[in-house]
Nanobody, 124 residues
Framework: QVQLVASGGGLVQAGDSVRISCLAS????????MGWFRQAPGKERVFLAA????????YYSDSVKGRFIISRDIPKNTVYLQMNNLKPEDTAVYSC?????????????????WGQGTQVTVSS
């Protein structure tokens, strides 16, 4: 069983940068795709970014491309999301997920394990 724990969120001001982390435990992540999603109050969960198992390929939604950077540390079983120039509309619960089989990086249904999420609140 894989467990994911996200951390690093909090209250920040518009224009700030934050890096959130997702630590995976239970099995090595070699071969697995990892992704970040977010869900704002009253809205659906949306895809942000994904990275393949060795970090060689990354994928971003148009809404965050150029501002957010996904990376992973394989020995530490951790994936990161560096978020720059944050805006109030970035306020949401950010969740990480693992996909164990081939699938669309941006499709929530292609991920098998989910973390509990970390809240990021951006004040104006």
């Amino acid at each position: 069983q894989v467990q994911l724990v996200a951390s690093g969120g909090g209250l920040v001001q518009a224009g700030d940068s934050v890096r959130i982390s997702c630590l995976a435990s239970g099995r090595p992540l070699v071969g697995y795709r990892m992704g970040w999603f977010r869900q704002a109050p009253g809205k659906e969960r949306v895809f942000l970014a994904a990275i393949n198992w060795n970090g060689a390929n990354t994928y971003y939604s148009d809404s965050v491309k150029g501002r957010f950077i996904i990376s992973r540390d394989i020995p530490k079983n951790t994936v990161y999301l560096q978020m720059n120039n944050l805006k109030p509309e970035d306020t949401a619960v950010y969740s990480c997920a693992i996909g164990t089989a081939a699938g669309l990086a941006g499709a929530a249904g292609s991920y098998d394990y989910w973390g509990q999420g970390t809240q990021v609140t951006v004040s104006s």
